[in-house]
């Protein structure tokens, strides 16, 4: 009988232990299939194909959730101009970020705030609302706190309501301008307490969105050091090839001193002598521009592969997208 059970306590353990080497498996899988489709995105992404990029990294983004994965989405919704979904999602990337992602979110952070020059500001309070209350625009449930919020939103009309319980909400439109905060006081029913505050006049405006089907220039540093890794190889052939020709030139010369001693050439070796001195004259001009040819190429070459880089920002933060890790913070 103690038997028994003990055989099928064993068989119980192995088969657990089967399920749970199979379960590792599968996720083992399922994470390798979403790193390919994390590096075929990041290759669109680059391309210019940003909706097909941002479709796989939404596809990434379900299997695994990081910093890295959400700033490529906001990037490639910002590539899309989709500037208000842009600023949320680099905003978002806060939210899964690790100690060691630091310099990620700042980044984000930074790119938030730049587009933030290009979308209007709603200023929205609730008189009496109750803690827990959000606010609906164009949709979209947005929370308030304290029965206030902050809104970031695309040039152009907005849909406002409150959500008011068993009450229904009036749904008040309130139109917002770049570069400008606009303000909106509602009661509890979402109907407008005081007319929204106009834009001041002659505030400055926001400079303009890039044209539709455009993406910002990427010149990061690694085209910059392969230049200068270019310059320094050739830099060194041709220094190395100037040593060469003076070493000839000098042995020339030391072939010509051999055999004619004291400045007498004997009439066996005229031929020799003139073929030297000749390989001699030549030789000095030709060592000469190419040793300084190489060192030019070679101050140069070096100049841009040890210059710092920033990033296309302007941020003191140089977030190259391929340091993205697929292996670590991905």
Known sequence: MATNRHIRTTLIAVALLCAIGATRTARGDEVDDARKTFTSAYTDEKAGHFGEALEKFRVVQRT????????????????????????????????VAKPEDASVVESAR?????????????????????????????GVTRPLKGGAGSYYLEP???RVAIEAGAEPSVETTIAVEAGRTTVLVLDRRGRAASAPTPPPTGAPAAPPAP?????????????TRTIGAIGV????????????????????ISDIETACPEGRCPRSR?????????RARTLLPVAIVTG???????????????????????????????????????
């Open 156 to 158: 152009g009309p907005h």
């Open 292 to 330: 300084a040819t190489g060192v030019s190429l070679l101050g140069g070459g070096l100049y841009f592969a040890l210059r710092p880089t920033t990033s296309r920002s302007g941020s003191a933060v140089a977030i190259d997208a391929m340091s993205f890790d697929l292996g670590g913070s991905f």
């Open 211 to 223: 044209p539709a089907g455009t993406s910002p220039v990427d010149s990061g540093p690694s085209s």
């Open 64 to 95: 695994k959730d990081t910093t890295s994965v959400r700033y490529r989405i906001a990037a490639c919704l910002d590539g899309l101009h989709r500037m208000q979904n842009a600023h949320d999602a680099y905003l978002a990337v806060a939210e």
């Open 233 to 252: 190889g050739l830099g060194v052939a041709l220094v190395v090839g100037s040593v060469i020709a003076f070493v000839v030139r000098e042995s020339s």
């Open 110 to 138: 930074a790119r938030a705030k730049e587009i933030e020059a290009r979308l209007g500001e709603l200023a929205l309070r609730v008189d009496g609302a109750a803690s827990e209350s959000n606010a609906i625009i164009d």
């Open 270 to 278: 005229e031929g020799d002598v003139t073929s030297a001195s000749s």
